[in-house]
């Protein structure tokens, strides 16, 4: 950084692939929020159309949120959370067979998704950001959330994918 501002990589295939993870970024999408406390998820795609994420803040801030689903993994049914912002920023991968979710933190917040899939409409899922099971420390309660947000089931241990 220097007075003219910042560069940042975005992506980078080597990188990836040194750090041992296999991700070509086929979609792109850009989520606008412009409310603070707008929270979008918990997200994602049934198999066979599950998709991996890069996921970077590029304008405002937000608390960002993983659940790992895949049942095989030690980490199933655990959640991590991070805060991303365009002042200083970073990017969190989501690996196929996550939940994945945001709540802004600064009006006009703008979420850049590389996903390593085309999206397939018709297999989204998710499961209820409030969930007592996964228990989620967001940092504040939500002021602007969807319908379909609100209606996702809740997660249950038991029920492995």
């Not at 992506?11 to 993870?21: H, V």
């Not at 792109?28 to 707008?38: G, M, V």
């Not at 420390?137 to 029920?159: N, Y």
Request: proline share 7%.
């Amino acid at each position: 950084m220097d007075e003219r501002g910042f560069f940042v990589r975005l992506y980078c295939r080597d990188e990836f692939a040194a750090a041992g993870i296999e991700f070509t970024p086929l979609q792109i999408n850009l989520s606008r929020n412009e409310r603070r406390h707008t929270l979008r998820g918990l997200h994602y795609q049934d198999p066979p159309h599950a998709e991996a994420k890069l996921v970077q803040v590029t304008r405002g801030a937000a608390y960002d949120v993983v659940v790992d689903l895949r049942s095989d993994s030690p980490t199933y049914g655990r959640w991590a959370g991070i805060e991303l912002g365009a002042q200083a920023p970073r990017a969190v991968y989501i690996p196929e067979g996550c939940a994945h979710g945001f709540l802004t933190l600064e009006p006009g917040t703008d979420v850049l998704y590389q996903m390593n899939r085309i999206h397939v409409p018709g297999h989204a899922a998710g499961y209820r950001w409030n969930d007592p099971v996964l228990n989620i420390r967001w940092p504040a309660e939500p002021a602007v959330l969807s319908d379909g947000d609100r209606r996702w089931p809740g997660f249950s241990l038991e029920t492995r994918s």
